[in-house]
């Protein structure tokens, strides 16, 4: 089955810098990789995704790019704000179009920013 | 547009009982899927419903079932409870598939039950 690496586990930074974590995937049949961010007693929270037809995608501070020859993809955050302090997941799966096939999880990345 | 409620939000139960958690979908949502969050094994996909059918499913014992009904609700029972059950257990609803938009991939999560084993 999938396996989803993700580092860091826990990333520190200040205020206005940015911010980047990556994932490492292994099933080459994945082709959707969704990137959510969690806040303390709530549900993951869906940010921003990519299929692997697309390579960079962007949503204001937020981009994601993806390497599908190294099955790798990663997040980043520009100009960071207290508010982004959380934990984020990437995930990935085999979306065939048939239907949202379980998501394969990464660890998770604790994500804090100091100001 | 209402999000993904689950209920109820925290349950307390005794090793060896069983328990039944509830998932309402986004409104024209027809796909609900079901994932376990523990600190030690993070997310796990536990399985998925569309149309009233079990679509796929992740590696979990037969302890863990569900149904999805007509109106796209859809519950998830744990029988004979074990310490190691106890987790945060997430409802995420998608469009579902037979749909040609990017939007179809997408899942959204609700809050979660917090169910604790004692």
């Known amino acids: 089955g999938e396996n989803v690496e993700q580092h860091p586990s826990t990333l520190s930074v200040q205020e206005g810098d940015s911010a980047v974590i990556k994932c490492t995937y292994s099933d080459s049949a994945s082709n959707y990789f969704p990137w959510y961010k969690q806040e303390l007693g709530k549900g993951p929270q869906l940010i921003i995704d990519?299929?692997?037809?697309?390579g960079e995608k962007k949503d204001q501070r937020i981009a994601v790019t993806l390497n599908k020859t190294a099955k790798h993809f990663s997040l980043h955050i520009t100009e960071t704000q207290p508010e982004d302090s959380a934990v984020y997941f990437c995930?990935?799966?085999?979306?065939?179009?048939?239907?949202?096939?379980?998501?394969?999880f990464g660890k998770g990345t604790h994500l804090i920013i100091q100001p | 547009k209402a999000g993904v409620t689950q209920t109820p939000r925290y349950l307390i139960k005794t090793r060896g009982q069983q328990v039944t958690l509830s998932c309402s979908p986004i409104s024209g949502h027809r796909s609900v899927s079901w994932y376990q969050q523990t600190p030690g094994q993070g997310l796990q996909f536990l399985f998925e419903?569309?149309?009233?059918?079990?679509?796929n499913k992740g590696n979990f014992p037969g302890r863990f079932s569900g149904r999805q009904f007509s109106n796209s609700r859809s519950e998830m029972n744990v029988s004979t409870l074990e310490l190691g059950d106890s987790a945060l257990y997430l409802c995420?609803?998608?469009?579902?598939?037979?749909?040609?938009?990017?939007?179809?991939?997408?899942?959204?999560f609700g809050p979660g039950t917090r169910l604790t084993v004692t």
């Open positions: 995420a609803s998608s469009l579902g598939p037979g749909l040609a938009v990017y939007s179809s991939y997408e899942q959204y």
């Open positions: 990519i299929r692997s037809n697309v």
């Open positions: 995930a990935a799966s085999p979306y065939s179009g048939g239907g949202a096939d379980g998501l394969t």
């Open positions: 419903y569309f149309s009233e059918t079990q679509r």
